[in-house]
Every structure is written in structure tokens, then in C-alpha cells.
């Protein structure tokens, strides 16, 4: 499966973005879908994930209350809506996708997926 981000930009702080992913190639409906993202000099940090069917969500302490992680199995995309964004919220995001298999946990670690999109850049200011 291919993976396309968009909607990165710069804000604010305080301000809001929505990134997409959208998908091709392969049954987007069986594939759990995350968000990652990295900093400068940084490790690619777990940010959200949504189960294939969109009812489970998972998010990093951190961003909880601010993000939100949606999909829309019908036009295969991946959406990641960021409000109240913070300065340490400036990174590349990345979207990624593996193939459900069963598991009750949902994957949050950047080894449990398969497949990778290239990045949208964040960046907020003070």
C-alpha cells in the first residue's frame, strides 16, 4: 500500500492544522493507521493510531484532548486534526499503516508497521 501525506504547514501557537493521508493500493479497511512524527535530532515518536474499522483510538499522552485521529474507509484516508498546537508539536509527521491481525493491542510501536508515507512538515511558532 502507498501512502500520501498532506497538510502540513507553519502556524501559530495556539493554532490549528489537519493532515491527510490518503491510500492506494492495497484494502485501506483492513490496515490500522498512525501517526508518527519527528523532530530535529530526534527519535520518530508515536503520536495516534485508529483501528481498521475506525472504532479505537490511541493517542500519546501529550497530544490527548488536542488531537484527533479519524479515517474515512470510503475515500481511504487518514486524517489527523491538530488544535491547540504548541511549539513542541513542530515536526515532520508521518502517517504509516499495518495490516490488522487480531491483536487487542492497537500498534504504537514505529516496528509494528509495514508501510510509510514521506512526511508532512509542521511547524509552530511562539
Known amino acids: 500500500v502507498q501512502l500520501q501525506a498532506s497538510g502540513g504547514g507553519s502556524v501559530q501557537a495556539g493554532g490549528s492544522l489537519r493532515l491527510s493521508c490518503a491510500a492506494s493500493?492495497?484494502?485501506?479497511?483492513?490496515?490500522?493507521m498512525g501517526w508518527f512524527r519527528q523532530a530535529p535530532g530526534t527519535e520518530r515518536e508515536f503520536v495516534a493510531v485508529?483501528?481498521?474499522?475506525?472504532?479505537?483510538?490511541y493517542y500519546l499522552d501529550s497530544v490527548k484532548g488536542r488531537f484527533t485521529i479519524s479515517r474515512d474507509n470510503a475515500k481511504n484516508t487518514v486524517y489527523l486534526q491538530l488544535n491547540s498546537l504548541k511549539p513542541e508539536d513542530t515536526a515532520v509527521y508521518y502517517c504509516?499503516?499495518?495490516?490488522?491481525?487480531?491483536?487487542?493491542?492497537?500498534?504504537?510501536?514505529?516496528?509494528?508497521?509495514?508501510?510509510w508515507g514521506q512526511g508532512s512538515l509542521v511547524t509552530v511558532s511562539s
Open positions: 504509516a499503516a499495518v495490516q490488522n491481525d487480531g491483536r487487542l493491542r492497537l500498534p504504537t510501536l514505529r516496528s509494528d508497521y509495514a508501510y
Open positions: 493500493g492495497g484494502t485501506f479497511s483492513i490496515y490500522h
Open positions: 485508529v483501528s481498521s474499522n475506525g472504532l479505537r483510538t
